[in-house]
T-cell receptor, first 115, second 114 residues
Framework: GDSVTQMEGPVTLSEEAFLTINCTYT??????LFWYVQYPGEGLQLLLK?????DKGSNKGFEATYRKETTSFHLEKGSVQVSDSAVYFC??????????????FGDGTTLTVKP | NAGVMQNPRHLVRRRGQEARLRCSPV?????VYWYRQLPEEGLKFMVY????????ESGMPKERFSAEFPKEGPSILRIQQVVRGDSAAYFC????????????FGNGTRLTVT
């Protein structure tokens, strides 16, 4: 079945540091890939997405490129801020196999940015 | 535009009682999903529904748990005879049709079983 593997956390960075959170996936078909962010006490919010190979999703300074050859969708940001502290989830939505119609999530990576 | 509305935000039940969690999807969304999140853990898929139909309930325990999404009204996740292990945050999400459509999440219902 489908699966998403995320870099284990927690990740602690200083403000303005470079961020990478690794994400790799296994899927039956040709999935769409997503990054969601969850702030304390809230639900998940879509951060960015990519729907086909070599697509780059970007939002609020975050970027991720859909790499089919390495089955990866790593999240990057050049300069993090304290307000980026949150839990980040990588997810896929796969039309193939038995998982059609539902998203599969990684376990989440907690990011803490210190001033 | 109202997003996904879940209620209640917090629910406390004693062991053996029933818990009913409600979710109103984004207007126009016909796909509803329920996920469970345990403390310090990721999201675990429970059930996927379209109007009046359960599409995939592979993540939902076969006993005590049920879900519905009627033609009119919110989606309901029902947990009968709750146990301490049911304590978690339960998130509802909705989407439009199509695999490219992202999920829109509610703020969750935090269930505590005492």
């Amino acid at each position: 079945g489908d699966s998403v593997t995320q870099m284990e956390g927690p990740v602690t960075l200083s403000e303005e540091a470079f961020l990478t959170i690794n994400c790799t996936y296994t899927a039956t078909g040709y999935p769409s890939l997503f990054w969601y962010v969850q702030y304390p006490g809230e639900g998940l919010q879509l951060l960015l997405k990519a729907t086909k190979a070599d697509d780059k999703g970007s939002n609020k300074g975050f970027e991720a490129t859909y790499r089919k050859e390495t089955t990866s969708f790593h999240l990057e940001k050049g300069s993090v801020q304290v307000s980026d502290s949150a839990v980040y989830f990588c997810a896929l939505s796969d039309p193939g196999g038995t998982n059609a119609g539902k998203s599969t999530f990684g376990d989440g990576t907690t990011l803490t940015v210190k001033p | 535009n109202a997003g996904v509305m879940q209620n209640p935000r917090h629910l406390v039940r004693r062991r053996g009682q029933e818990a009913r969690l409600r979710c109103s999807p984004v207007k126009g969304h016909s796909h509803v999903y329920w996920y469970r999140q345990l403390p310090e853990e990721g999201l675990k898929f429970m059930v996927y529904l379209q109007k009046e139909n359960i599409i995939d309930e592979s993540g939902m325990p076969k006993e005590r748990f049920s879900a519905e999404f009627p033609k009119e009204g919110p989606s309901i996740l029902r947990i009968q005879q709750v146990v301490r292990g049911d304590s978690a945050a339960y998130f509802c999400a909705s989407s439009q049709q199509g695999m490219d459509s992202p999920l829109h999440f509610g703020n969750g219902t935090r269930l505590t079983v005492t």
